[in-house]
């Protein structure tokens, strides 16, 4: 079980935030075109699932998986989009995203008046809290 | 645990079968006074319900039929404009029908041609070493399981969350996929699929999924 990366996109698709742990393998492009990339295949993602639907549903698209790994994915009602990848045998982390969310974002990031909206995140205070979260999850044990 | 449909998508990411398995049904009837509560909009040649959830009828809903007459897009089949219809008080009370828009065959199409970039997106920003593209898509209300077969084929069907054996199924459907439709002499590769018996199996293969499912739910 691991946790490879997190993703942060605001509701303009900017992305506010990004870290990777045990990431093995990156794609062949320069980072601000992979996050353009991703934010575009959340987006088309939702898209389609809304369309896709034959019945009618409440939050949507959660997560997907491929045969190495798991996309989990948590929006707000604000806009704000949590993507995190992990190892397939990690099951919902709905609650982790939105503890991520309610308490390591709204505390160091929404009210530390420094910050500023729409703009990546660049806070040590949030940098460290998360990371110490992220690497306190169950889930988050270090392959070699 | 129904399975609600199946796709087929060819190599180029081209849609050449689709099935619809259970159609739940999901229509209100309702009859309102003037001024309508809802907030409709006309959303690509249709009336969707833009804002004011009530009684069953959601934000996405679009207007079925109105005083049990069918519309077509954002008319009534006589040519009344369904709009203006609404704007006028002259005409209530009014019974519409809502329900979720059906997809067309243009945009079924289109949402298998985007599945298929989808995938292969989902490969390529894969953090982990060799990945194939997105097997299992998860939402509140339905699961998307794909199966990519050596040949580039990918067969797509869409379940209930708590459907269980859809791994079988997918190899099942590729079975039938080659038998009926592969070995049909009349068939020609990357072609949609028109075949009576290809239709049969298929349809066997997917009830008898959904009833294995329910003897395995009905023992735990």
């Known amino acids: ?19 990777e742990w045990t990431r093995e393998k990156h794609p062949g492009m320069s980072q601000e075109e992979e996050f353009k990339l991703m934010y575009g295949m959340i987006f088309s993602i939702k898209s ?31 806009g704000l989009k949590f993507v995190m990848n992990t190892s397939l045998n990690v099951g919902s982390i709905h609650d982790e995203l939105q503890h991520i969310y309610s308490a390591i974002f709204v505390e160091h990031v929404v009210r530390n008046p420094l910050s500023k909206l729409g703009q990546a995140i660049d806070s040590q205070l949030f940098k460290t809290k998360l990371d110490s979260y992220v690497r306190g999850l169950p889930f988050f044990t270090k392959v070699n | 645990m129904p ?13 050449i079968y689709q099935m619809d398995h259970t159609q739940p049904k999901t229509e209100v009837e309702k009859t309102f006074s003037f001024p309508l509560e809802l907030t409709l909009k006309i959303y690509d040649e249709r009336v969707v319900v833009s804002f004011g959830q009530r009684d069953g009828i959601k934000v996405g809903h679009t207007i079925l039929g109105i005083n049990g007459e069918p519309v077509r897009g954002r008319q009534l089949e006589d040519g009344r404009d369904v709009l203006e219809m609404i704007a006028n008080p002259d005409n ?73 054996g859809v791994e079988a199924l997918l190899r099942k459907i590729y079975e039938v996929y080659s038998d009926f439709a592969l070995k049909n002499p009349f068939y020609s590769i990357d072609m949609p699929i028109r075949c009576q018996l290809f239709d049969d199996n298929l349809k066997a293969a997917l009830e008898s999924a959904e009833r294995l499912s329910m003897y395995t739910s009905g023992i735990n």
């Open chain 1, 1 to 19: 079980m691991t946790i490879y990366n997190l993703y942060i996109f605001d509701r303009n698709g900017v992305c506010l935030f990004y870290q």
């Open chain 1, 48 to 78: 389609f699932v809304s369309r896709m639907a034959p019945v009618d549903f409440k939050d949507g698209f959660s997560s997907f998986c491929t045969s190495s790994y798991k996309l989990h994915f948590h929006e707000t009602a604000s």
């Open chain 2, 3 to 15: 399975i609600y449909s199946v796709y087929v998508i060819n190599r180029a990411g081209g849609l």
């Open chain 2, 92 to 164: 209530y009370p009014i019974a519409i029908k809502f329900g979720r828009p059906k997809l067309s065959t243009n945009e079924r199409i289109m949402l298998a041609s985007m599945f298929h970039s989808l995938y292969a997106i989902g490969c390529q920003l894969s953090p982990a070493q060799k990945s194939s593209g997105i097997q299992v898509l998860e939402t509140d209300s339905f699961k998307l399981h794909c199966l990519q077969t050596l040949s580039g084929i990918k067969l797509i069907v869409l379940a209930d969350p708590k459907q269980g």
